[in-house]
Structures are given as C-alpha cells and as structure tokens.
T-cell receptor, first 115, second 113 residues
Framework: AQTVTQSQPEMSVQEAETVTLSCTYDTSENNYYLFWYKQPPSRQMILVIRQEAYKQQNATENRFSVNFQKAAKSFSLKISDSQLGDTAMYFCAFSLNSGNTPLVFGKGTRLSVIA | EPEVTQTPSHQVTQMGQEVILRCVPISNHLYFYWYRQILGQKVEFLVSFYNNEISEKSEIFDDQFSVERPDGSNFTLKIRSTKLEDSAMYFC???????????FGQGTRLTVV
C-alpha cells in the first residue's frame, strides 16, 4: 500500500518570502503521479502542481515548483514570493499510473502567510 | 471554466436517517470519485466509479454507502443509516480520463446529530 507523509503540521512565512513544504511517500511501484493540492478556507481542493514519476524534470507552475527526488521518495513544494492568498492547507497526494486509481493524501500542512 | 458542483453545501441530519449527497461532475469527464475529510484529518478515498459501476472502493465504503449516476449528469452518494462518525466533509471529484487530474467540488459538510 502507498503512504504519504507530511511531517510539518504547520508552517508560516512572511509575505514575499519563499517557503518549502516537505512530503515523502512510500511505494514499490515505478509509474505514478504526485500532486500538491491547496485547500483554502473555502474548503475546495485545488490542484497546485502535478509531477509524473517518469519525468526527471521538476514541474513548475508560476510561483510554485517542486523538488522531486525519486530515489529518496521525496516531493517537496516550494512557494516563491509568498502571497496572503497562499494561506491554506496544502496536501501532498499520490496516485498510481494505472486506471482511475484513487489519490492517497498526506495529513496536510497548514501554511500561514504573514503580512 | 467548468467545475464540479456539489449540493447541498451543508447538511444536518439525525443519526439513523438516510442522506443523499449530490454532485454534478464536469460534463465530458468519465471517472468519478467520492472522498471524505473528517474535521482536522486528511482526505480519504471512498469510492471510484466508471462506466456505471464501482471500479474501486475503500474499507470505509461499507454496505451503508452506495453511489449512483441516475441520469447521466448527477453522481450521488447515499448513506443509508447515518452514524455520528459519518460527520465529515464529503468531496466529489471527476477526471476526464484515467490518470489525469481530478477536479474537486467545493464539498458538502455533513453533520450527524
């Protein structure tokens, strides 16, 4: 079974600064996807960024980028130039690359961006 | 922009009652999911649905739960006899194809009293 671990329950960052959220996962599979989802106070789950395991290049989406270390099974999220609107719960998630397999989520990291 | 919509946003029900949570997935999506999130905890998978049948379900999804796509647009989750521990946020999600991004609805907060 796959597991996802987020070891930082809460983090805070000053506006305009950079913050990195950690995520590790465990799987014996070789083909899979990794995701970061954002859950603001509105509660909706919003996809931030996605990484295919077969791609060595780290995914980037505007101010959001990941550091994907497949051998270490690590998938951290870096948020640059943090904005107040980035305040949210961030969930790391894993999905196998076969069929409509479900997402396995970590417990989340609550990020507060401070003005 | 297309989105997954869920109704109601909040439902309060008495223990033992049946509830139906409704979702309208994105129209060209073929794969549908229900997840739940107990307050303060992580999001957990309940069930996935494709081609009018359940394709995978978790241990949480016991005989009290059922899903249905009654009319080609709605996707419902029924809990037959609610328990206090069913209180949670329930998220519907859909995806266009296998292994593509799942789009989530805004959730239904279910409170069982």
């Amino acid at each position: 079974a796959q597991t996802v671990t987020q070891s930082q329950p809460e983090m805070s960052v000053q506006e305009a600064e950079t913050v990195t959220l950690s995520c590790t996962y465990d799987t014996s599979e070789n083909n899979y996807y990794l995701f970061w989802y954002k859950q603001p106070p509105s509660r909706q789950m919003i996809l931030v960024i996605r990484q295919e395991a077969y791609k060595q290049q780290n995914a980037t989406e505007n101010r959001f980028s990941v550091n994907f270390q497949k051998a270490a099974k690590s998938f951290s999220l870096k948020i640059s130039d943090s904005q107040l609107g980035d305040t949210a719960m961030y969930f790391c998630a894993f999905s196998l690359n076969s069929g409509n397999t479900p997402l396995v989520f970590g417990k989340g990291t609550r990020l507060s961006v401070i003005a | 922009e297309p989105e997954v919509t869920q109704t109601p946003s909040h439902q309060v029900t008495q223990m033992g009652q049946e509830v139906i949570l409704r979702c309208v997935p994105i129209s060209n999506h073929l794969y549908f999911y229900w997840y739940r999130q107990i307050l303060g905890q992580k999001v957990e998978f309940l069930v996935s649905f494709y081609n009018n049948e359940i394709s995978e379900k978790s241990e949480i999804f016991d005989d009290q739960f059922s899903v249905e796509r009654p009319d080609g647009s709605n996707f419902t989750l029924k809990i037959r006899s609610t328990k206090l521990e069913d209180s949670a946020m329930y998220f519907c999600a859909s995806s266009e194809a296998e292994s593509t991004e799942a789009f989530f609805g805004q959730g239904t907060r279910l409170t069982v009293v």
